[in-house]
């Protein structure tokens, strides 16, 4: 991931039949680390998500594997990792997958220079067709053993989408296209500081503003005042005990774009009555 991208961000509400599960964590010995989700999928293809937020998306019918630090979206209290198995759409005379479809998921806390699987596994997910049926989203509930430094969940309110709400977050995002287009990283940078400060603890790294400002200035230049808002057709989705809100257009895609087919994705929260940048 670029610096620029580190610098806006590091989704959904589920369709259909809504299925609960809770999960018992085991007692594990860390009080700090890091969650990271591990998944691979094969022949099915796999949606992952925690506490709302999109850790994979599903469109994709090739077999895939990787791993996700979502120390970012764990909140106090009960949290959920929700998933939902597809089966791909065949094409030619393929009308079976050479391999039986299976889906694994990982919840671990792994540590600073260690590999996801020498970490400590919270539950393991194993699917195969045989075993469950699919189509549907599965939501698994948890309490984490220990929550992530960050100073977010106790600052931000809890958001209600209304007109009125929408108004002032597309207000928002005016100011803030228009303090990209100014060439001026001056301009830019309080609407960051929060969002730098609190994600970087979370991840237990110091915050560097310097670098933090080094990035933005070359992302600028490269850009130039290109930045265009949509504002129309807006999808909220609200996340985090809806202490966070992401906005897309109707199609799922960034309101705020520029040339070189750069995007910033956008995640807003209430602070103090205002809109603030968080993730």
């Known amino acids: 991931m670029s610096r620029f991208n580190l610098i806006f961000c590091l989704a959904f509400f589920c369709l259909g039949s809504l299925i609960s599960q809770e999960n018992s964590v085991p007692s ?6 890091y969650y990271i989700i591990t998944y691979k999928n094969s022949n099915v293809n796999l949606e992952i ?4 937020y ?3 998306e599903g469109m994709s ?4 594997s990787g ?14 990792l929700s998933y939902r198995l597809t089966e791909r759409k065949l094409s ?11 889906a694994e998921i990982n919840l671990i806390i792994g540590q600073q220079g260690q590999f996801p699987d020498e970490g400590e596994r919270l539950f393991t997910l194993n699917w195969s067709k045989e075993k469950e049926s699919i189509g549907e989203w599965k939501h698994l509930s948890f309490d984490p053993p220990f929550l992530p430094p960050s100073k977010l969940w106790t600052v931000a309110q809890t958001i209600e989408w209304t007109p009125e ?10 100011t803030l296209t228009k303090a990209l287009n100014s060439k001026d990283p001056n301009k830019v940078l309080p609407f960051l500081s929060f969002r730098e400060k609190d994600t970087a603890e979370a991840r237990y790294y110091p915050p560097d503003p310097a670098s933090e400002k080094k990035a933005l200035s070359s992302m600028m230049k490269s850009i130039g005042p290109t930045w265009k808002l949509t504002k129309t057709k807006i999808k909220p989705t609200l996340l985090c005990g809806n202490k966070i809100v992401t906005l897309t257009d109707s199609k799922g895609n960034s309101l705020l774009n520029a040339k070189k ?12 009555g205002k809109w603030v940048v968080t993730r």
């Open 28 to 33: 594990v010995k860390v009080t700090s680390g």
């Open 61 to 64: 019918n090739d077999d895939s």
């Open 261 to 272: 087919d750069a995007s910033i994705p956008i995640f807003l929260s209430l602070i103090d």
């Open 67 to 80: 791993q996700a630090d979502v120390n970012y979206w764990i909140i106090p209290g009960k949290n959920t």
């Open 49 to 52: 998500s925690i506490n709302g």
């Open 165 to 174: 709400v929408e108004s002032s977050a597309i207000t928002y995002l005016e």
């Open 92 to 102: 030619g005379k393929k009308k079976e997958p050479s391999f039986p479809p299976e």
């Open 54 to 56: 999109a850790v994979k």
